[in-house]
């Protein structure tokens, strides 16, 4: 479910911290979790939390869509992700359907 | 982590209590006992503190499920492993279920069950609140009403056609109408209302849209989902 908007060093940052709640609490290391939390309520309030939140679980939700009904881009997609998909190592993925 | 003060939504908090009610209500392939099971074994594996590798499956492994005898023992290893390892899923293992006797369009509704129960426990999960348990179980039979589906190229699954005209998440969990309206009410809730999705500068007053992207971008990474 990538975006060919984002761009590795297009981040403000809010999307540092941002980066950090989404890797820490989608990992085992349940303190980090909390502290992720606790640093984006205290840096920007509750409902950015409750926001936060919200996406990443759209993006659980999206990416066992995606890969469980086998989705594939379309050609053009693919080929505008082309820089993208090369850059991140993308097409190594098991999910890659191409 | 003091929760006091976190409040969720209306329209989020809506949205999950609808899909929450409807993972243990009948659908269209599957009775109510048996979407609540599927729901509760994706539950499970996602809870799942030691989980199986993607090519052991639960059945076969005697992991402990929390329902028993309810499901075939195809459909509790394919919820498993569309719920823990959906990234690692194939063409051919998707031909393999149907081998295994899952019905396609009953297939597809799987998908959307835990599709509902990754977006619920995902939030929950992220945020750090307490997950509600799954509602009691709404008894009654499969409706048997489907749509006329087709084949298509842009996903496994056959789809409500006419097929790849729009993008494959879109057109995948169309075979079942129900539940995909269900995703697409938490899609709106969770992220971007449908009809704003062009919009680049669409915000609630918090994530900016390139927020937005970079958790969703994060996110899938971390679920190392091409799509």
């Known amino acids: 479910m990538f975006r060919a908007s984002i761009s590795a060093g297009d981040t403000s940052p809010d999307q540092a911290l941002l980066e950090e709640f989404v890797d820490a609490v989608v990992g085992d290391d349940t303190d980090r979790a909390d502290e992720a939390r606790a640093t984006l309520i205290d840096r920007l309030g509750p409902e950015w939390l409750v926001d936060a939140s919200a996406v990443v679980a759209n993006f659980e939700m999206m990416t066992r869509l995606a890969d469980g009904t086998g989705a594939r881009m379309i050609p053009q997609r693919l080929e505008a992700a082309a820089t993208l998909i090369d850059e991140f190592g993308l097409a190594a993925f098991p999910s890659a359907r191409m | ?227």
């Open chain 2, 1 to 227: 982590m003091p929760t006091g003060d976190i409040v969720i939504r209306p329209d989020l908090m809506a949205a999950q209590t609808a899909a929450w009610a409807h993972v243990t209500s009948p659908g269209a392939s599957w009775s109510g006992a048996e979407r609540a099971a599927i729901a509760a074994t994706a539950l499970a594996a996602l809870d799942d503190p030691d989980p199986l590798p993607p090519w052991v499956t639960p059945t076969t492994a005697a992991r402990e499920l929390p329902i028993e005898g309810v499901l075939p023992a195809a459909v509790v290893d394919a919820t498993y492993r569309i719920a823990r390892h959906a990234a690692t899923l194939t063409e051919d293992w998707y031909a393999s279920q149907l081998e295994l006797g899952i019905d396609p369009i009953a297939y597809v509704e799987m998908v959307a069950i835990v599709c509902s129960v990754a977006a619920v426990d995902g939030f929950f999960r992220a945020s750090g609140l307490p997950r509600p348990p799954l509602p009691p179980t709404t008894e009654g039979d499969a409706s048997g009403v489907h749509p006329d589906v087709e084949p298509a190229t842009l996903n496994w699954v056959p789809v409500v056609g006419p097929a790849d005209v729009k993008a494959a998440v879109v057109q995948g969990l169309t075979a079942a109408a129900d539940d995909c309206d269900i995703i697409w009410r938490l899609a709106s809730a969770q992220y971007i209302p449908a009809d704003e999705m062009g919009e680049m500068r669409w915000s609630r007053g918090t994530l900016a849209r390139s927020d937005m992207e970079l958790i969703a971008a994060r996110l899938s990474a971390a679920r190392e989902c091409f799509y």
